[in-house]
Structure formats: structure tokens, C-alpha cells
């Protein structure tokens, strides 16, 4: 099957950009290679790229800094590929809003899998039969299921990642109704879960930041101790 999706890959090991190409290329996706965070950065300026996965040692830049700029300058999907296990480096990763985040050394497959899961979750695939035309409002704020899109009472849009409307979307879809873990990321993903699930805890305290007057009591997205969150808001499905 072809996938026709473009995957822009910022390392600079060249025999690892290689092993990373020849695995999406062998599976149908068309890849960019840029070895340093400016040629990447260059690269995404002239074409369309859909998900880009970046390596954390670059020469030019740090990593974690070159994942915010992309989450700034570009909707496609970002996955870290490291070489760095540490905890601290995946949350501090998925914090900067990268999708995902993958050790080396790592199987084709897996790589593969990773990269296919974030594509049907990326704005770049938001086209879902049903959810045309879609928006949830709550206390003001609105959440267009087709733009992707997150406004304040104020009509601002807010920057949101990937992973935080999909988030956003299973909470106003079940409000004042207490969701675990598991089943966010079931009704987020399709049982398509993520590998590293403490992302849920991050992507909530992210949401929290952007939406709750005070993060730290937070009034809408409430923790349930050992249980899970629940969206304590009403909510509202206004047609177009």
C-alpha cells in the first residue's frame, strides 16, 4: 500500500538517516534527510512534510530546542529518536509537544508503527467521516473537531499539539463522567496507545496550563485520586 506521506529525518549520523530512510521508503513514505537542525529547518521551509522525527544530539543545535521551534513553525507530527533513555529527556520531549518518542537501537517495524500511528492522529488526517462541522463548547471555549482548533472566550486561537486536542476531543465528547488512564488513551487512540503512557499525565497538566484559569486547582479537568480525570464542565455540541 502506498502511504504518499512525506517524513522529514534530522540526525546527524548518516548511517542511522540510512537505516531510517531505506525503512520508510521500503514502506511507501517519501523521506527528507537533513543532517543539522539548520538544513532541517531549511528543508521543512520548501516542502510539505507530514511528520518529522529528529535525533537529540545534533551538532548546531540542542534537540529538545529544535522540537519547540518545529511544533512552531509546522502541524506535522514530530517523534524524537534518541539515543538517550533517561526519563527526564522523554517528558521534558513530550512536554515541547513531540508526539512520541523512540530509543535507538529500535526495529524497523516499530519505527514503522510509530510513525504510522502519529500520521492518523496528526492534523495533516483530521479529515474523519462524521466529525465535519463538529464543535464543543464549554464555559466560552470552543473546540472545532474539523480545523483542529482550540478558541478562547475571547475568539483567540490557541496553539494546541496534536496529542492535546486529541486529548481535549475524548474529554468534551465525555464530560462529568470520570475516564482512567486506559481509557482515555483507548478512546483517544483506538486502542492505537502510545508506548510511553505517562503521556497522558503530561498532556493534561499542558491542557491545564492553557485552558484552566489556575492550573494548579485546576476547576475543569479534575483529578480522581486512583481513578483517573474527570471533565467537571458542561458541555455543549453547537452545529454550524
Partial sequence: MIESNSVLVIDDDPSACEVVADTLESNGFQPFIANNAA????VLGRNNIDLIIVDLGLPDMDGLELTRSLKSLSKAGVIILSGRTETTEKVVGLELGADDYLTKPFEPRELVARVR???RRSTSKS??????GRIYEFDGWKLDINRR???DPDNNVIEI???EFDFLKVFVEHPNRVLSRDQILEFAYNNDTPAYDRSVDIRITRLRRKIEPD???PQWIKTVRNAGYIFAVPVVNVSR
Fill in 149 to 151: 482548533e482550540l478558541t
Fill in 161 to 163: 499539539t496534536s496529542g
Fill in 117 to 119: 500511528s502519529v500520521l
Fill in 39 to 42: 538544513d532541517g529547518l531549511k
Fill in 215 to 217: 492550573p494548579k486547582s
Fill in 127 to 132: 479529515e474523519i467521516t462524521g466529525e465535519q
